[in-house]
């Protein structure tokens, strides 16, 4: 069978094994933070004042830009917190800017309705099961490598049913180290039994999913859901750009 399936994979040009991430990969899930976050502030407009929702939205966004830039890995673990921290601040902010304050109980009102909200409106991507249960077939062995805390993150691997189509799953909070951490990557090759040469990670964010994954040799694939291409300033050069799971079939 291990013949059979090198010989399938080498005919289709297929490796040998694939880490995939989960969200804004398989899942829309984080992604475009200002529409989210425009549709969550609007619900709130009654109680904004002289502050317009997509003030509110625009000081939400830049905040959360800059506190993601700068957070520690463990903020990933502690998601609901973090984003109670990105709207205090993107109201401090608006207050800094001489707009009337608002409330901190606005404040944890608004975080506590955009957690729902994601969760409302997170969906797998079209056509995302099938290219995995294809990937499968062909004999491509697979890992989902996902950041994030323990509860959280498999409750979104049952609720999409995503755990029998794995050969192993990697959780950041049940394993206590992720991406860009190089045993992350390591880690799930040993689990699968495969080297980095044999491997491909395909996943939408660039240092994670590209610039680590390249520096261990292994093939880097950038998925680019929406079309934005790379950013101007980007000095990353992945392995290949795809919009879809799709794409990797032969």
Do not use: C
Not at 42 to 60: H, K, N, P, R, T
Request: net charge negative.
């Amino acid at each position: 069978m291990a013949l059979n399936r090198m010989a399938l994979n080498k005919m289709t040009n297929l490796p040998r094994a694939m880490l995939i991430d989960m969200d804004d990969t398989i899942l829309s899930a984080y992604g475009r933070p200002e529409i989210a976050w425009n549709n969550v502030a609007a619900e709130f407009a009654d109680e904004l004042g002289s502050v317009s929702s997509q003030q509110v939205a625009a000081a939400i966004v830049e905040s959360g830009r800059k506190f993601w830039a700068a957070a520690a890995a463990e903020w990933r673990l502690k998601l609901e917190e973090a984003r109670h921290v990105v709207v205090g601040n993107g109201f401090a902010a608006l207050a800094a800017a001489g707009h009337a304050p608002l409330s901190p109980d606005l404040a944890a009102r608004l975080a506590i309705r955009f957690h729902a909200y994601r969760e409302e409106e997170m969906f797998v991507f079209p056509g995302a099961h099938d290219a995995i249960d294809a990937l499968k077939a062909h004999g491509v062995k697979l890992a989902l490598v996902t950041n994030g805390a323990a509860g959280p993150q498999r409750a979104k691997v049952e609720r999409f049913a995503l755990s029998h189509r794995f050969d192993h799953i990697q959780i950041e909070g049940e394993h206590g180290f992720g991406k860009p951490e190089e045993r992350a990557y390591l880690h799930a090759m040993e689990a699968l039994g495969v080297t980095a040469p044999e491997t491909w990670m395909i996943g939408d964010n660039l240092e994670w999913e590209v610039v680590a994954p390249q520096r261990l040799g292994i093939y880097a694939i950038w998925i680019d859901v929406h079309g934005d291409g790379l950013p101007a300033d980007s000095t990353i050069k992945p392995d290949r750009i795809i919009r879809s799971l799709t794409e990797l079939l032969p």
